[in-house]
């Protein structure tokens, strides 16, 4: 534990390049030292949120004729 406090930015460094980073005290593991992955953000969070939850039906597109004579597309 002391050799972790004293060497903590390199062992950081070396957590970043992929290594494994295992601190001991007493010669027991007790901690893992990972490198932090930044969550996506924005737009890309969101991402396939609705994959396999919303379908869309084949006639999605068509607008029935009762709505395209109230939005005055065709004449009745």
Do not use: C
């Amino acid at each position: 534990m002391h050799e972790a406090k004293t060497n903590f930015s390199r062992l950081v460094d070396s957590a970043r390049r992929g290594e494994d980073v295992i601190v001991e005290r007493s010669g027991r593991p007790v901690a893992k030292i990972v490198p932090y992955d930044e969550p996506p953000r924005g737009l890309l969070a969101l991402r396939g949120i609705w994959k396999g939850q919303v379908e869309i039906a084949d006639d999605f597109d068509e607008l029935p004729e009762d709505l395209q004579s109230a939005f005055g597309m065709i004449d009745e």
